[in-house]
């Protein structure tokens, strides 16, 4: 049997883990530690060095050593160590290959596939720099599962006879995630997710340097130009102060001079209150995202039976009173928080291979984020482009298929563009571009036109955009393949045939016309005081038909057979002019 690792490639520290003897198994790096830190270095003579090593050499030549570079995924951003420049896609690889390189010793064995762990708010551009590295690292990446989702597949795989809701809050290194999800009858299903992917642990640290630099009448971008060893050097003493308050009232800090060397007579004490203090605009942007995941999901805190504590950086004080604040109880942390998403990712492989011990283990998604289309405007005389359309609202439960209509701009308009985007905001400019669909041969006809446009979306991250025109019939598609770029053509091929059975279809099915047609004559027979109740339910049907989503039509429907009847109506599935 093929064997698939899970990865954890996390900002601070990354893990590797594998379905070993019926459980998750995390795999030890060359010092047996199950921690690599996420850092690269490069030597004089060129060579790279990655984990503890690396982050050694970033205390003591800042220069030569980079971290955090999971930030920068998706971006432009670009590294000069000892002459040479290197993205973050490359130095991601660095550290997933070292890892590949533990997990063959630990196993003894070639390992050419693995499941990577991302934020659960990482935009597609940051997926797909994701997938790269691991192929640079010479891996075949068969899935990318979130971060929270993966912990809580650690949690189900362990708990999975229970029943209960349960909130997962992922705090690591540089990222934070929010998901809300259910748990029952062995089935795994995420109801939200939200989330910052520029805010962790780091930024924490971050918030005690510059603190204690201000004190000394520095400002810490200054710092970092003039005198970069003593800022990596009191970098690392705040990050063990900041770990330090987990467990004790007040901690203290030596303070390094411009050479990097500390004075035991020069110190600072920093307690939990004044720490509580310097990082409470961070704690306002941490509870944003819980309470946008608790909105979106349509749950109060009463209905939280376990918030699951995961990463690092929730071992802070600060997380804890802001859990029990927030949900009147203690965060959960029944696994070790730095290992449990690693653990997560190798049950997540055991379910990619079908594995025995994970058989009766069901789970289901969202869609992190919205997508939709660049629509124009109409503002009087005026129309202005560049708006975004909903398609797919964020945290809809994937696969899903869903329509929208839209209307040409002009008169005997004969194209359109559809172009695709993903993101939260207002305008497509601030949001993420995917690709496009031309639209052509549009027949000539005034200016509203209708079009449907439809998106069907699945768990491999495959994206179906139709454009129907019911004025020549005429289909038009394309299949964005961003999130599924490792899939084989085979496996390709046939995730584009199951999109299609996630397609429905209600205003072809001449049943549904019949209905409408039928339904709608009524309305002008019966009395003014039914006419109200009628035409509200032959609405939400015609509604229903447009946004072909299975339930809520199938709501839609029965809801008018019943007002129907309930007036007396008797419709037996043929409209007048069919009878005999």
């Given at each position: 049997m093929e064997t698939i690792i899970g990865i954890d490639l996390g900002t601070t520290n990354s893990l590797c883990s594998v379905f070993q003897d019926g459980k998750p198994v995390l795999i030890p790096n060359p010092h047996g530690s199950m921690l690599t830190p996420s850092v690269v270095a490069i030597l004089d003579d060129g060579r790279v060095v990655v984990g503890q090593a690396a982050r050694e050499l970033q205390v003591t030549r800042p220069e030569a050593a980079v971290a955090c570079f999971k930030r920068w995924m998706g971006t432009d951003h670009k590294v000069s160590l000892q002459g040479k420049s290197f993205t973050p896609v490359e130095l991601s690889s660095f550290v997933l290959k070292a890892l590949k390189e533990d997990a063959e010793a630990f196993l003894k064995k070639p390992i050419e596939a693995a499941v990577i762990t991302v934020p659960a708010y990482f935009n597609d551009h940051q997926r797909k720099a994701t997938k790269q590295a691991g192929e640079m690292a010479g891996l075949k990446v068969r899935r990318i599962i979130n971060e929270p989702t993966a912990a809580a597949l650690t949690y189900g795989f362990h708990d999975r006879n229970a029943e209960k809701m349960i909130l997962?809050?992922?705090?690591?290194?540089?990222?934070?995630?929010?998901?809300?999800?259910?748990?029952?009858?062995?089935?795994?299903?995420?109801?939200?997710?939200?989330?910052e992917s520029m805010l962790g642990g780091e930024d924490f640290t971050d918030r005690i340097v510059a603190t204690v630099l201000k004190k000394e009448?520095?400002?810490?971008?200054?710092?970092?130009?003039?005198?970069?060893?003593?800022?990596?050097?009191?970098?690392?003493?705040?990050?063990?102060?900041?770990?330090?308050?987990?467990?004790?009232?007040?901690?203290?800090?030596?303070?390094?001079?411009?050479?990097?060397?500390?004075?035991?007579?020069?110190?600072?004490?920093?307690?939990?209150?004044?720490f509580a203090k310097i990082v409470e605009p961070l704690m306002e942007r941490i509870k944003r995202p819980i309470t946008r995941a608790m909105q979106d999901g349509q749950r109060e805190a009463?209905?939280?039976?376990?918030?699951?504590?995961?990463?690092?950086?929730?071992?802070m004080s600060v997380m804890q009173e802001c859990v029990q604040q927030i949900f009147g109880k203690q965060g959960l942390i029944k696994y070790n928080p730095d290992e449990v998403v690693a653990l997560g990712a190798a049950v997540q492989a055991a379910l990619i291979l079908d594995h025995a011990d994970v058989r009766e283990m069901v789970m289901t998604d969202v869609c992190p984020f919205t997508l939709g289309i660049s629509i124009a405007k109409e503002f009087g005389t005026r129309i202005e482009s560049g708006y975004f359309n909903p398609i797919i609202h964020r945290n809809t439960t994937i696969p899903v298929s869903r329509e929208e209509v839209v209307c040409t701009?002009?008169?005997?308009?004969?194209?359109?563009?559809?172009?695709?985007?993903?993101?939260?905001?207002?305008?497509?400019?601030?949001?993420?571009?995917?690709?496009?669909?031309?639209?052509?041969?549009?027949?000539?006809?005034?200016?509203?036109?209708?079009?449907?446009?439809?998106?069907?979306?699945?768990?491999?991250?495959?994206?179906?955009?139709?454009?129907?025109?019911?004025?020549?019939?005429?289909?038009?598609?394309?299949v964005l393949t961003n999130h599924a770029a490792t899939l084989s053509k085979f496996e390709l091929e046939q995730a584009i045939r199951n999109l299609q059975r996630l397609k429905f279809y209600p205003r072809d099915d001449l049943e549904n016309q019949r209905l409408l047609r039928y339904a709608e004559r009524m309305v002008g027979e019966v009395n003014r005081f039914q006419r109200e109740q009628l035409e509200y339910a032959v609405d939400r049907f015609l509604n229903a038909m447009v946004d072909s989503e299975r339930e809520s039509f199938a709501s839609a429907r029965q809801d008018l057979l019943i007002t129907l009847e309930?007036?007396?109506?008797?419709y037996d599935g043929q409209s007048e002019d069919e009878k005999p």
């Open positions: 997962v809050v992922d705090l690591g290194g540089g990222t934070f995630d929010v998901t809300l999800m259910e748990i029952f009858e062995g089935t795994l299903e995420i109801v939200s997710t939200a989330g009448g520095l400002a810490l971008e200054v710092a970092e130009v003039r005198s970069p060893l003593r800022v990596s050097r009191l970098r690392q003493e705040c990050e063990l102060a900041k770990r330090g308050l987990a467990t004790e009232s007040t901690v203290r800090i030596r303070l390094p001079d411009d050479h990097g060397t500390y004075d035991e007579s020069r110190a600072v004490k920093l307690d939990r209150a004044a009463k209905e939280i039976d376990e918030v699951i504590l995961v990463g690092g950086a929730t071992r701009l002009i008169d005997n308009q004969p194209e359109i563009i559809v172009k695709v985007y993903q993101g939260e905001a207002r305008k497509v400019v601030d949001n993420v571009f995917l690709g496009e669909l031309q639209v052509k041969d549009i027949p000539r006809q005034p200016a509203g036109a209708e079009i449907m446009i439809r998106f069907t979306y699945d768990l491999n991250g495959l994206l179906e955009v139709e454009a129907y025109v019911p004025s020549s019939n005429r289909k038009f598609s394309t309930q007036l007396g109506i008797s």
